[in-house]
């Protein structure tokens, strides 16, 4: 201290502090008034950097503040070095916090806009987030005087036993980095594995993947996991897929007739029920002379993969009211067995069964006897 304080000096200190502490009571305010006015816009990237500016903004003001107090003081050429580091380590802290949360912010709202759903893959915006708080320790510790130099070297040696001893944790990490890297896996896609399990990508993050299963459960499946299995993406390289049902005719029906009516009835269904896709070409294909009747395959299509089941259970439905009102029959299969009598007699036999195998005439014949 070069001198002693006095009253004039404690004024000076006081007010240069109380007008910092103003100023960011001021600068916050209008900060809210700018968030206020991005969120009105399209674009998501200002409302994060206003929200990131709400917090430096008035912390700076009072840190201005607080250094003009402080320059008023009659303090040592070594205390007031002290305190000028400590009040820039500060606000390198809180501009470290502010960035991190603004590259964070664009980081997720990029990968948002890219994947078309509300949520993202946090694992990219976890590590810049950690990326951009270490840099701005490591600044702030070198503002301190501290010296980084061995604490990176001594960093270095730690992450080797690190990664030794969490090579699991590790080998997740890099697979989910690889999974989005490669874009094999995107969240909002529907995946099924090989495994069983199938489901909406929820979230990738560092260590595993999301996926919420049509009935609202997660199922939380390891990157590597991931990485290692085979897996159908129902989601790539579009949403839009076609469909399959199985529909069978009587041998008396008109196939003509019944091909007319079935993409009528598929035609509406496109047109008429949420999921499905109207300019979808439908398509009736005869494949087999079965048992009691002819089979065929019918092909829809839907907007994405849960879509599937309300589809089906329409068409399903107004198919079968159709084909009543049209006479075209779906019979079931049936078998007709025939009893060899033994002595004299005619042969006789039974009205066909539903649904029942071929019995030995034999037995049958025991049974009657």
Known sequence: MTRDLVLHDW???????????????????????????????????????????RTIVPWAAVIAGAAVAASALPLTARIGGLVDQSLTAVLIV??????????????????ASRTGVAASATIFVNITRIVVLSMGVLVALETLGVSIAPLVTALGVGGLAVALALQDTLA?????????ASKTVQPGDYIRLTSGEEGYVVDINWRN??????????????????????????????????????????????????????????????????????DHEAAVRFHTFADSRINFTVILG???????????????????????????????????????????GAPSSLPPVPHQWEASAEVLADRRR
């Open 94 to 111: 809180i501009a470290t916090l502010s960035a991190a949360r603004v590259v964070a912010g664009l980081v997720q709202s990029v990968a």
């Open 172 to 180: 997740n990490l890099f697979a989910g980095v690889h999974i989005l």
């Open 11 to 53: 004024v000076v200190a006081g007010i240069a502090l109380a007008s910092g502490c103003v100023a960011g009571l001021v600068l916050r305010a209008l900060m809210k008034w700018l968030g206020k006015h991005a969120s009105r816009t399209k674009w998501s990237g200002d409302d994060i950097i206003v929200d990131a500016l």
């Open 209 to 278: 993947s999301v996926v919420r299963n049509l009935s609202n459960n997660l199922v939380i499946i390891p990157n590597g996991r991931l990485a290692r299995t085979n897996m159908t993406n129902y989601s790539q390289p579009e949403q839009k897929l076609s469909i399959l049902v199985q529909v069978g005719v009587g041998y008396d029906s008109d196939l003509e007739h019944v091909e007319r009516v079935t993409l009528d009835v598929v035609d509406s269904v496109m047109a008429d029920i949420s999921g499905g896709v109207p």
């Open 302 to 344: 839907v907007g994405e993969f849960s879509d599937q089941y309300r589809i089906k259970h329409e068409f399903i439905k107004r198919l079968h009211q159709r084909y009543g009102t049209e006479g075209i029959s779906i019979p079931a299969p049936t078998r007709t067995v025939s009893l060899q009598q033994d002595g004299a």
